[in-house]
């Protein structure tokens, strides 16, 4: 069985999952098709390339999943991917990576990146 879809979703569906060999079988595994998560303001606009401060991200689409929060940064040459926190259907927190100066790109993932 498919447990009820959270709020705001299109849909679901049953999916069969074969464990790679050697990986335990998953019992009765289900999945979501989630909205696309969109960042759209950052509460800050500059940190420290020690890395250390939280920034929280607004958006829109962010679901509570069992992957949980990622946090995106990137440049042209560089992705970090940081643990997030789902504060609400609305924010993220995220915790800002130590890495070169310059301008970093933020993006939140729900389905694990």
């Known amino acids: 069985p498919v ?3 959270p709020p705001g979703l299109q849909g679901g569906c049953n999916v069969s999952v074969t464990p790679a060999p050697g990986r335990l079988p ?12 969109r960042a759209e ?3 800050i606009s500059r ?10 991200v607004s958006g829109s689409d962010y679901v509570d999943t069992p ?5 995106l940064f990137s440049d042209s040459t560089t992705r ?4 997030g926190t789902l504060i609400a ?10 890495r070169p100066a310059g ?4 993006d939140v993932s729900m389905n694990g990146g």
């Open 3 to 5: 447990p009820p879809l």
């Open 26 to 37: 998953y019992s009765e595994p289900y999945y979501f098709l989630l909205n696309e998560a």
């Open 41 to 43: 303001a950052l509460s």
């Open 47 to 56: 940190a420290t390339t020690d890395g250390g401060i939280s920034v929280n």
């Open 67 to 71: 992957l949980g929060a990622q946090c």
């Open 80 to 83: 970090i991917v940081t643990a």
């Open 89 to 98: 259907a609305s924010t993220v927190s995220c915790t800002v990576p130590a």
């Open 103 to 106: 301008v970093a790109f933020v």
